[in-house]
């Protein structure tokens, strides 16, 4: 089935710091990547949409400077938290459409845990 | 914007004994799917339901869709302590804009928790 590889797993970085998170879609292309953040026993809240090849679009709050989305190619798309705070906290979690959305549905990362001390 | 809502937020049942969780959105889908999440991982997709009124079944698992296509139920047969985790229904619209994916709003998720 389709994979999403979501790198890294976990990371605590430093207040004031920057973390990227690398999701790759393995076995399919990902015209489309959807990047999620879930705090603990909450919903997934959509963060944003990037699109391969053009900005991403931000969800409503959302700061657009501080969280940055790249999708530089089919199968790679990135976000890096810019001068994270502890409230940036948080499991951070991507997905993409399937390769047979009626078969597969959404495939998501495995998830990045972020700790900022 | 879209909401959908899902009840109970946590339930607690004894191995054996069936489980409900019912979603219901503030509009129309173009289709909902469901998700289930284990302790520490990450959603894992389970069904997609298209059609009015349609019903689908896995194994000890059944998902129905509405006939206004508003609200979905899954529901689980005898359960197993392998159940446990959460489950999440999420609504998708259709995207205007021709995109062949558009977003998908979560539920709240329900976590269950089977006593053995």
């Known amino acids: 089935g389709a994979v999403v590889s979501q790198h890294p797993s976990w990371v605590i970085c430093k207040s004031g710091t920057s973390v990227k998170i690398e999701c790759r879609s393995l076995?399919?292309?990902?015209?489309?990547m959807f990047w999620y953040r879930q705090f603990p026993k909450q919903s997934l809240m959509l963060m944003a949409t990037?699109?391969?090849?053009?900005?991403?679009?931000?969800e409503q709050g959302v700061e657009k400077d501080k969280f940055l989305i790249n999708h530089a190619s089919l199968t790679l798309s990135t976000l890096t938290v810019t001068s994270a705070h502890p409230e940036d906290s948080s499991f951070y979690i991507c997905s993409a459409p399937g390769p047979g959305r009626w078969v597969y549905g959404y495939t998501f990362g495995s998830g990045t845990r972020l700790t900022v001390v | 914007g879209q909401q959908v809502m899902q009840i109970p937020q946590y339930q607690h049942v004894q191995e054996g004994e069936d489980f409900t969780t019912y979603c219901n959105s503030s509009t129309t889908l173009s289709n909902i799917q469901w998700y289930k999440q284990r302790p520490g991982g990450h959603p894992v997709f389970l069904i997609q339901l298209v059609k009015s009124g349609e019903v689908k079944k896995q194994k000890r698992l059944t998902f129905q869709f509405g006939e206004a296509k508003k609200n979905s139920s899954l529901h689980i047969t005898a359960t197993q302590t392998t159940d446990v985790g959460t489950y999440f229904c999420a609504g998708r619209r259709s995207n205007a804009g021709g995109t062949s994916y558009g977003k998908l709003t979560f539920g709240q998720g329900t976590i269950l928790t089977v006593h053995p």
């Open positions: 990037s699109n391969e090849g053009s900005k991403a679009t931000y």
């Open positions: 076995d399919f292309q990902a015209t489309t």
